[in-house]
């Protein structure tokens, strides 16, 4: 299983005074089972990219396939491959509407065409994967919850579609230490405990070099850098620096990975700060 992008161009409003290319020439394949960190200077073409993983946006020239078939076509097939790539956005609490946390989480099930039965099921283990109690908050309304909690019952309704692929837009904007620790353990379980390929857009180099084993820069609508965070942090600050992005000192970045029991000891430092 994997989302290929074949060359990839993205124009907006195409043939108005208002014309942007945000993509050129993007070609990457993310491979099932990677936890991918994109990151790039505002307007380097992020979000552009992400959309573009589950047909919400379809490339101006080349193609986007999930497990081999192109998400931009109008068939079945398209149409199911779209649903395995969960999409959670910056402030995800807005794409909440339900009067209930249960109706809200069912909302995507539902669409698919799944039974009353099998719906309540996906809903009952989405909510326990995110820790929310069912008897305490299933008929509660989605509007009085903490931002953190809010975020969970919108991962819960991700996790409820039952998604190979999960795409997620600066998660843990506006949150509070203890709501981002909270929202990156539910992501991390997800990737760890039920297999699912993770891309996340980040401008927290700590949130990237903790949790992603692969990381791509973007800059200008293009691919500038695609290797190891800790490679890229490493040896490619530079690059990091012209593109704008800021990157903490490697001696932390260590410290982060080291922390999570990952193996730094074959890296050479080049920087000594
Ligand atoms: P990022 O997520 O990295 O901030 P975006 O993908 O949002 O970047 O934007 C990439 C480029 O496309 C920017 O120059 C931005 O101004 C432009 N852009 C984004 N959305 C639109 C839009 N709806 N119409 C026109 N231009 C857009």
Redesign the pocket.
Known sequence: MAIVLDNITYT??VGTP?E?T??KGISVTIENGEFLGII??????????VQHLNGLLHPTTGKVTVNGVDVSEKTDEAKHMRHKVGMVFQYPEHQLFEETIAEDIAFGPKNLGLDAEEVDRRVREAMAFVGLDYDTYAERSPFHLSGGQMRRVAIAGVVAMEPDFLVL?EPSAGLDPFGREEIFDEIIKLHKEKDVTVIL?SHNMEDISRMANRLIV?DK?QIVLDGKPLDIFNHHRHVLQQVGVDVPPVSVLIELLRNRGLDVSNEVLTVDD
């Open positions: 907006y409003g208002f942007k945000a993509l790039g200077h505002t307007g380097s073409g992020k979000s552009t990219f837009d857009v973007l609508g």
